[in-house]
């Protein structure tokens, strides 16, 4: 089975930084590339990020651009999402997300970590 | 960008019914296109990829067409299993959009 699992989301000021971790279990991690999707409260779904499986191509949302930063540790199984200068509009509910083929699906999926950006 | 339209945005049907959800794209993604369905309070899961291949935990009702710009998902003979929010997205370029979502609900 395939567990994806998200942490290091919080409370945090307008301005403020935080750093996402996903740890992967159950697949051979090194095969996929990794996405974080992100879900506003009561919203719809938005791509932020991905990183092949290598890690050496990385892929941004225009949202996010020069904000945000994702690198991964395929000798830890884990994922990163770097999240400078916060802004309220980056509130929602971050996703890990492992998919086998780029471009392509959106394999799996975790279940996620909040982060409210509130002054 | 790719931009995603899905319609309806919700839709209320019967056990046993057909539904259709349409996903129209603003420029060609061939057969780019995945459905996801989403319970409340769960994680998005995969439904249908490359436009038509179901995953393998996706029941025979469910169905999956189209290419180019335009796409559908359908589902025949609904199940109280099946209430829930569906979302396409393009797999075709970076970055990845979303449709907006359409919640199935119970007439």
């Known amino acids: 089975e395939v567990l994806l699992l998200e942490s290091g989301g919080h409370l945090v000021q307008p301005g403020g930084s935080l750093r996402l971790s996903c740890a992967a279990s159950g697949l051979t991690f090194g095969n996929y590339a990794m996405h974080w999707v992100r879900q506003a409260p009561g919203k719809g779904l938005e791509w932020v990020s991905g990183?092949?499986?290598?890690?050496?191509?990385?892929y941004y949302a225009d949202s996010v651009k020069g904000r945000f930063t994702i690198s991964r540790d395929n000798s830890d199984n884990t994922v990163y999402l770097q999240l400078n200068s916060l802004r309220a509009e980056d509130t929602a509910l971050y996703r890990c997300v492992a998919a086998y083929r780029t471009p392509g699906a959106l394999d799996y999926w975790g279940q996620g970590s909040p982060v409210n950006v509130t002054s | 960008d790719i931009q995603m339209t899905q319609s309806p945005s919700s839709l209320s049907a019967s056990v046993g019914d057909r539904v259709t959800i349409t996903c129209r794209a603003s420029q060609g993604i061939s057969r780019w296109l995945a459905w996801y369905q989403q319970k409340p309070g769960k994680a998005p899961k995969l439904l249908i990829y490359?436009?038509?291949i179901l995953q393998t935990w996706v029941p025979s009702r469910f169905s999956g067409s189209g290419s180019g710009t335009d796409f559908t998902l359908t589902i025949d003979g609904l199940q109280p299993e099946d209430f829930a929010t569906y979302f396409c997205?393009?797999?075709?370029?970076?970055?990845?959009?979303f449709g907006q979502g359409t919640k199935l609900e119970v007439k």
């Open positions: 490359t436009a038509s």
């Open positions: 997205q393009q797999a075709n370029s970076f970055p990845y959009t």
């Open positions: 990183i092949s499986g290598g890690g050496d191509v990385t």
